[in-house]
């Protein structure tokens, strides 16, 4: 057998030889076994404490442990160990023993996890005292927020990827790095971490209580990269009534709920929340000037021997391969990582050079750069200057193309694609490759490409200094992201509606910032576009509130400038639609008076514009608001004429929605055939598109209308394709849709357990998302369930949620539906009078629901049988006189002939 030339190789023959699987090691040491085959296959080097363990797990002798934890190391060479003989008999592997350190949790399972820690191309460089510290800190209780701080450069990102990586199997749901480098406002980091680690929000719900909810029994490590930028309020938004999250308190909330949940973050300053522990970081160890002098001498020992020496040695190395540090250029090397202060961004720049270069010649100029700086000058924050330094360095030594192509580069957010960087900046692919090469763009795994954020911004100020410059390229990435959106609507309205969302939310960052520019600029054909598929990707994603406030703060622009010194300048095309997403939105988080308001002022604006394409979307949602309020006349008057437009420009999946509208507005009424006849075109026209989406949720809606003509075993069916369908695209809004068409199926044909375990998770995942129509008509589902079922405290405990939640939202349908609930358990109570002048109201109201209808009859029915008519009648006729609004105030307030049981 060949001898070992690595220690990964040694331990793998070593584990062999004693018998072993890679889970038996990895279950016997308390790892992962993706970090045992990581180890043995030398993609990363054991820890000193994981080495113990291994040294205990392999039944390293006492003589032998010395040497193998130095090869383990990388202080000795395997080869030179001779730790190894093969042809010794090896007893069986022993347990081994727990490690000193005090485990973050009891047990590790063996089985291989996803993480999406990053994968460096560069091994790390110095800083093992910091790991070793961090790790120490990762596995005190006591310390759950734990931030790097440090200045920008000094490798907080690289060293908080490295102490994940090292520490993941402490984690039982594994670690995630979350960049928000490219996130510009508080309220987007929750929704960043959740799209990170698979949550899917949905809903008019806050993101970051949505996220605290699903983490509070997540063992798991969260990596939140560069936060310092949003440590400031973000700007007021349209309605000054909106409570906007402004900081980032809820990560203190966060860390004090999950209590498995441990947080690295980075960021330039302290995010200064409640039990965040400091880890201060600055540049890598330097050698003292006499090192190098000596060295240069011919002295033993010199620079090499310092991290930050070595670095730049292996930067210089990447950039040349011919590179070797030649004694002439040892003092030079010294005086360069003394001049940027060791910081390792800055040490890469320059070593990029040394092509072109001597090291005496980037020290001269870093050096004379940093004389310059050293000087008071304004806009230069101190802890910048070396970096400064650095980057203007750089910055002269590039042709004309490659500056211009760097400086136009900056306007681009988060990753972008070579065709971004070629349409926005010129950049072809020779010049991204120039720049990859000399460190100053990345080159993803995923094929794209990305800036540092210190390189960003020090492009920004490069290019903010010719402004026709700036405009043109912001111009030219405008056009850009709002056509590529287009292209992507176009997507979502066919069968690549998946690759639509998932593209969508990559470049998430760049079409945002497309957007602020065209509203800032009043661009009207590319916000009249745009902002139809702004809506239909907001909406389809469930990213309600961040809808509502990009329409809103966008409004509130449009109005500003209208009535501002320079009025005039939106057109009523923008207003009318801006005016129509913030209605939109303003609907989907519940708010229908200003969603009236919106869509009402948008249809005068549009109607005088004829902007066909947004008005047949305007009577989408004015369908669906009149839907939801129980104003049946109007949704089918808004629906019908909706449909005509779809029908005339041959929008089919406009068509397919519109109908899947008019569609309730028949159900509601109890014209069930009619519905089924609308659910079912509507369901042939999403097959027909291959819109996944829109399929599941029309076999939900279809099972609805069949079920209410005791078309069971058909219902049954469609439910059962939807649920498949919902599982497979993991759509939990949908799922949890027809988990309660499911509940409802069983209930109606008398199987009330059942009904309530289908209703009990689709309310779980309702609550969640906070969907505020569907928990609504799910808890008038649950209510009859469980008096159905003989609780009849349970069932006033959730109708009295019923008729809050109606109340605070504004509809009336929901209302009613709580009321006829309590009216039936008050008729069960014996309060007959009170429960028929509640009834009285129900049945005559105009936004009833045929199903809430007929029940209240059936109840009224049953007071008939007990009642005279002349009773009956002069109560009916009682209640009647007194305004409904009388009525509720009356029973919301608690007087005792309103109160169940009283």
């Not at 592997?93 to 990053?118: D, G, K, W």
């Not at 209308?705 to 219902?715: C, F, N, S, V």
């Amino acid at each position: 057998m060949d001898a070992p030339t690595s220690i990964g190789a040694w331990i793998r023959l070593r584990r062999r030889a004693l018998d072993m699987t890679q889970e038996a090691l990895a279950e016997c040491v308390g790892l992962s076994v993706s970090a045992v085959r990581k180890i043995e296959s030398d993609e990363r080097r054991p820890s000193r404490q994981v080495a113990e363990l291994l040294a205990d797990g392999l039944q390293i002798s006492a003589d032998e442990r010395t040497a193998f934890l130095k090869a383990a190391r990388g202080e000795l060479s395997v080869s030179h160990s001779q730790i190894l003989s093969a042809r010794v008999p090896l007893p069986p592997p022993p347990v081994a023993q727990p490690s000193t350190l005090p485990p973050v949790r009891p047990t590790i399972p063996v089985a291989v996890r996803h993480s999406s820690l990053p994968v460096p191309a560069t091994p790390l460089v110095g800083r093992s005292n910091e790991l070793l510290q961090i790790e120490h800190l990762l596995r005190d209780p006591a310390c759950r927020l734990l931030t790097i701080v440090g200045p920008g450069g000094s490798g907080k990102t690289r060293l908080a990827i490295e102490a994940a990586r090292h520490n993941e199997s402490l984690f039982e749901d594994c670690a995630y790095f979350v960049s928000l480098v490219s996130v510009n406002r508080p309220a987007v980091v929750a929704p960043t971490i959740a799209t990170t680690i698979g949550l899917q929000l949905r809903g008019a719900g806050d993101p970051a209580r949505q996220l605290i909810d699903y983490l509070y029994d997540k063992q798991m490590l969260l990596v939140l990269d560069n936060l310092e930028h949003l440590l400031e309020p973000p700007p007021a938004q349209f309605n000054g009534d909106v409570d906007p999250q402004v900081d980032l308190l809820w990560l203190a909330d966060l860390v004090t709920q999950a209590a498995q949940l441990k947080i690295i973050a980075t960021s330039r300053e302290p995010l200064c929340l409640a039990g965040e522990w400091l880890f201060d970081l600055q540049g890598l160890p330097v050698p003292s000037l006499e090192t190098g002098e000596a060295q240069a001498a011919g002295a033993a020992s010199g620079p090499e021997q310092v991290s930050s020496v070595e670095l730049f040695i292996q930067a210089a190395r990447r950039a040349d391969t011919r590179f070797v540090l030649a004694a002439a250029d040892r003092s030079a090397v010294t005086r360069i990582c003394r001049l940027v202060d060791g910081l390792p961004l800055a040490i890469e720049l320059a070593a990029s050079w040394v092509r072109a270069l001597t090291c005496t010649e980037i020290a001269a100029e870093i050096e004379r750069n940093l004389d310059f700086l050293a000087t008071p000058a304004r806009g230069v924050p101190e802890r910048h200057r070396s970096m400064t330094a650095v980057f203007d360095h750089s910055w002269r030594l590039l042709n004309d193309q490659e500056r211009q192509a760097l400086r136009q580069l900056s306007v681009l957010r988060g990753s972008f694609s070579r065709e971004a960087a070629q349409e926005i900046a010129g950049a072809r692919l020779p010049v991204l490759s120039a720049l990859v090469a000399k460190s100053l763009v990345r080159h993803t795994d995923q094929g794209r490409y990305e800036l540092h954020e210190l390189v960003r911004q020090y492009l920004a100020a490069q290019l903010h200094n010719h402004p026709q410059e700036e405009f043109a390229t912001r111009e030219r990435h405008c056009t850009y992201y709002l056509q590529w959106l287009h292209q992507r609507g176009e997507w979502l309205r066919s069968d690549r509606q998946s690759s639509a969302l998932a593209d969508f939310t990559t470049d998430a960052d760049n079409l945002r910032a497309a957007w602020s520019w065209a509203v800032q600029q009043c661009h009207t054909d590319l916000i009249t576009t745009a902002s139809m598929d702004l809506i239909e990707f907001y909406d389809w994603l469930s990213w309600f509130q961040e809808g509502e406030q990009v329409f809103a703060q966008a409004l509130h622009q449009c109005e500003e400038l209208r009535f501002g010194p320079t009025g005039g300048q939106p057109s009523e095309a923008i207003l009318g639609h801006l005016l129509l997403g913030y209605g939109a939105f303003a609907c989907r988080v519940g708010q229908y008076a200003p969603a009236h308001q919106a869509l009402d002022r948008s249809l005068a604006i549009l109607r005088r514009v004829a902007h066909l394409p947004a008005l047949m979307r305007l009577f989408y949602w004015l369908t669906m608001v009149a839907n939801h309020l129980g104003e049946y006349d109007a949704a089918q008057q808004w629906g019908e004429e909706g449909l005509a437009l779809a029908e005339q420009v041959a929008d089919h999946t406009m068509m397919a929605r519109i109908l899947n509208l008019l569609g309730f507005a028949s159900l509601f009424q109890g014209q069930y055939a009619q519905a089924e006849a609308r659910f079912a075109r509507s369901l042939a026209l999403a097959r027909q598109l291959g819109n996944q989406n829109l399929t599941i949720l029309l076999l939900t809606n279809l099972s609805w209308a069949l079920r209410l003509q005791k078309k069971y075993e058909q219902a049954q069916l469609l439910l059962q394709e939807s649920i498949r369908l919902a599982h497979a695209v993991d759509e939990r809004r949908l799922l949890a849709f027809a988990q309660a068409a499911m509940g409802r199926l069983a209930f109606e044909q008398g199987d009330y357990s059942t009904a309530q375990d289908w209703f009990n998770q689709s309310l779980q995942i309702l609550r969640v998302i906070h969907e505020t129509w569907g928990i609504s008509g799910v808890l008038n589902d649950l209510g009859q369930t469980i008096l159905a079922l003989g609780d009849v405290e349970g069932a006033r405990r959730i109708f009295e949620e019923l008729l809050r939640l109606g109340i605070d939202a504004g509809l009336s349908p929901r209302v009613l539906d709580a009321l006829a609930g309590l009216a039936h358990l008050q008729l069960l109570a014996g309060q007959d009078q009170a429960a028929l002048e509640v009834l009285a109201h129900v049945v005559h109201h105009n936004t009833v629901q045929r199903e809430t209808k007929e029940r209240a009859e059936r109840l009224l029915a049953q007071l008939a049988a007990k009642l005279a008519p002349e009773e009956m009648a002069q109560t009916q006729a009682a209640a009647l006189a007194q305004p409904f609004e009388t009525l509720l105030a009356r029973y919301t307030q608690g007087e005792s002939q309103y109160r169940v049981g009283a």
